[in-house]
């Protein structure tokens, strides 16, 4: 077999951790989660997620990637032939969530250029539906072709390639190298420069206000436990893969316990720089923060740019706001192509080169369709699909097979033999009881949701073919492929008796 390829150190692997986790969640979905569930006391859950299952899952998954040094696939077929499927499937899931996810980044491409000149004008919300998007009235009428989406979505997939082309250490880290310390200079000078403006501080009120009532309700302790594993990147492959080129003497359980806490860390910043604007904004129109304030696409792409039309500096602001969540985007599309990539050159045994080609190729022919007219409504049902049940799910059954099917003491002995401290009974119970859970309960309240109404108000044509028709092709597609595999000679599992229980 040939020498897996590992970071040059110890900040490279920190910086791509970091640079996956950190993406268009911590600027979009954070501020309004936690304004949204009680302000300053959803820091309560969040805090408490972040300890019992943010940090336990990723000194699990770093363990995992560690011990097997291979993709999803190899480590849980080396764990058991049966649950290869899962890591499969989690490697369908990434590969999903790349072809709509670099869409988004491609927009941002587009917003940043746009910056310069305000080119949204006085109505962004037009601006953005009509004449950017030509958005269609449904996601069964695809409309056109969309030429500069396209190409800016063509020049992201072209990032991720030559990234992933390049190598572990030749493209995925050092472009982390560029892109984290850039992203965190680019956002902090946009705080630096929001908190002096007039209103910023009771932006920032209405954030951290806390709401103590809030933390008797179930579903802040849900949405707290789901953004934080949405955060990181977690139960879906990535950091599998990403911590499999870890050199055998490397840290796992301070490496991922400072991943949660820079990801985290940097949700707080995403914090302040949005409600800082949103602060100004409302002083500016004379309205509450709560008039103002809008999450995901709408917070980017509408509510933004039409705080940047009211600032002073609004290329500074436009430009900055724009160029971070672009790289922000860019690092996490890098770790969901990795992961899709690394699947297919090891079980598969394709060169590197060949694997990113293909996964790049197919990768932006099915971004097209996301790039169209009826493309956001598209991402819209596919990512609520993918993320309420295909990421939680891979998660859920993640967690299951490896805390109540194999030898965690072993895992833990193995985390802890080169770690700078020790992980023990709480880690186990963490991973054993309150992960699954809080994720139980979190699929079971999605799948009732979703099963009594349609998500969105979308025609059953749409949710049944772009919701759950995608969901049901990964699950098929994944047995399929696990079932040849399990059959193909020269099967490369490591030490199969490694975790599992007899
Ligand atoms: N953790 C990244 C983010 O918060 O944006 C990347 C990511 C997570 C992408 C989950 C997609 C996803 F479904």
Known sequence: MQKRETWSSRTGFILAAVGSAIGLGNIWRFPYMAYDNGGGAFLIPYIIAMLTVGIPFMI???GLGHKFRGSAPRIFSSISRRWEWLGWFQMLVAFVISTYYVVVVGWAICYFIFSFTQAWGTSPSDF??????HLTG???DMGGFNWPILGATALAWVVSFIAVFSGVR???????????PLLFLLVLAFIGRTLMLPGAAEGLQWLFRPDFSAIMNHQVWADAYGQIFYSLSIGFSIMLAYSSYLPKKSDINNNATMTVFINCGFSMLGGLMIFG??????????VAVSEVVSSGVGLAFITLPTAINL???PVFFGVLFFLALTVAGMSSHVSLTEAVVSTIVDKLAMSRKGAASVVCGLGF??????TMGGGLLLLDIVDHFINNFG???????EIIMISWFCKLDELQGHANATSEFSVGAIWQFCLRFVAPIMMTYMVVMNFYTDLNKNYGDYPDAAIMSFGWAILGVCLVLAFVVSSKEMAFAGHTGVNGNFLRRR
């Open 391 to 397: 990421v939680l799910s891979c998660g859920l059954l």
């Open 365 to 370: 022919l099915v971004s097209i369709a996301f």
């Open 138 to 140: 449904s996601p069964l």
């Open 60 to 62: 699990m998954e770093f």
């Open 277 to 286: 604007v949103l602060g100004y904004m409302a002083v500016q129109k004379g």
């Open 170 to 180: 030749g493209g995925v880290e050092r472009l982390n190298k560029v892109f984290m």
């Open 311 to 313: 600032m002073p500096m």
């Open 128 to 133: 953005f539906f009509k004449d950017y998007l």
